[in-house]
């Protein structure tokens, strides 16, 4: 499962309303994070790389830029370093929640041990997730990162939740299957526990939503305030429209 599909998880099981509609901010080109603070942008075959000095590489000759220039990109460095890490993060919370959904219902059923299936494969999803966000050790932010969410992932993103859904709804099944046939429920109580752990799970579904919607929504702020900047970066510097990482 790529990392998209792990973020349209996190962002379409918090969120009814699609992300086009919410954040207008797309990604143009992929851009990296190397661990000594590089920042590369990758178009085709051309490449624009700040190096953890400042200095600035278009195809491999460096930039002569004037002090006012400097600190641009000195500032935009630092926030495109800052916001990569934040997406990371973004994927974390959205594992976080789901782990912390199927923890409410084990406590809810008394029923420790019995949906280590689901959280397997929650900790699947999510450790596959995290390696796409890296190319060795360098982390990545692909091109069209947040359009493709009301495209292809919610397509992916439902495929994924039906089989959760069997999986998860299995294992409550038979939790309280194996409890009435040791005499622990009668079938009214069957019944009525597990229309009680639904109500749960709608009020946790609903706690995470508000949690991660703030969250998506400050994401989307930063990346605005960043495509705002990188606006004026290219006006300062003209060698660098070629090479655009957020739009509006």
Not at 171 to 183: A, D, T, W
Not at 225 to 247: R, T
């Amino acid at each position: 499962m790529s990392a998209k599909k792990m973020i349209a998880t996190a962002m379409l099981i918090i969120s009814g309303n699609a992300w086009a509609s919410m954040c207008p901010v797309n990604v143009e080109n992929d851009v990296l994070l190397t661990q000594n603070g590089e920042v590369k942008v990758e178009k085709s075959q051309d490449k624009l790389r700040i190096d953890q000095d400042g200095r600035v590489f278009v195809n491999g000759k460096e930039l002569q830029l004037t002090q006012k220039q400097k600190e641009a990109i000195e500032r935009y460095q630092q926030q495109v370093s800052a916001y990569i890490p934040e997406i990371v993060d973004f994927t974390d919370k959205g594992i976080a929640a789901a782990n912390d959904f199927v923890s409410e219902i084990e406590t809810s059923f008394d029923a420790k041990g019995s949906f280590e299936g689901v959280k397997t494969k929650i900790d699947e999803y999510g450790h596959t997730a995290k390696q796409k966000f890296y190319q060795g050790k360098d982390m990545v932010l692909e091109h069209d990162f947040f359009k493709e969410v009301d495209t292809t992932w919610k397509q992916d993103f439902e495929v994924m939740m039906q089989s959760m859904d069997k999986e998860l709804f299995a294992s409550v099944f038979n939790s309280l299957s194996l409890k009435m046939q040791e005499g622990e429920l009668n079938f009214t109580e069957l019944q009525q526990q597990f229309a009680d752990v639904q109500v749960k799970i709608k009020e946790k579904m609903k706690q995470h939503s508000t949690e991660m919607k703030d969250e998506a929504q400050n994401l989307c702020d930063s990346a605005k305030g960043i495509a705002q900047d990188e606006q004026q970066l290219h006006q300062l510097i003209p060698e660098l429209q070629a090479y655009p990482v957020f739009s509006i």
